[in-house]
């Protein structure tokens, strides 16, 4: 979830980040989206499913809150703001 959603994020504040993203899409084409589909596939079944089957799921589910909380607060929040400041 880190690295998969980290990189998404971090085109929104990062210029590096987000010319990365578009080479890859530049490279790969449709490909690249693709490939980013079944990543988010992948990692919401697998988050699911460590919700589903773990004993520490109070823990789990602590880190993923804090995880989007931050990234919420943090990267969208402040996205938002400024564009209805305009």
């Known amino acids: 979830m880190f690295l998969n959603e980290g990189f998404v994020m971090m085109r929104h504040v990062s210029p590096w980040a987000a010319k990365q993203r578009e080479n890859l899409i ?3 084409g449709d ?14 079944i697998v ?3 460590g ?3 773990s004993s520490h799921r ?3 589910l602590y880190v993923f809150l804090a995880f ?9 929040l ?6 209805t400041d305009k």
């Not at 690249?32 to 596939?41: K, M, P």
């Not at 989007?68 to 969208?76: D, E, H």
């Open 58 to 60: 109070g823990s789990h």
């Open 51 to 53: 919700f589903a089957f």
């Open 26 to 28: 530049e490279k790969y």
């Open 31 to 44: 490909g690249w989206q693709t490939f980013h589909g079944i990543v988010d596939y992948v990692w919401v």
């Open 78 to 83: 402040p996205m938002w703001v400024a564009k």
């Open 47 to 49: 988050v699911a499913l």
């Open 68 to 76: 989007w909380g931050s990234a919420f607060t943090l990267i969208y």
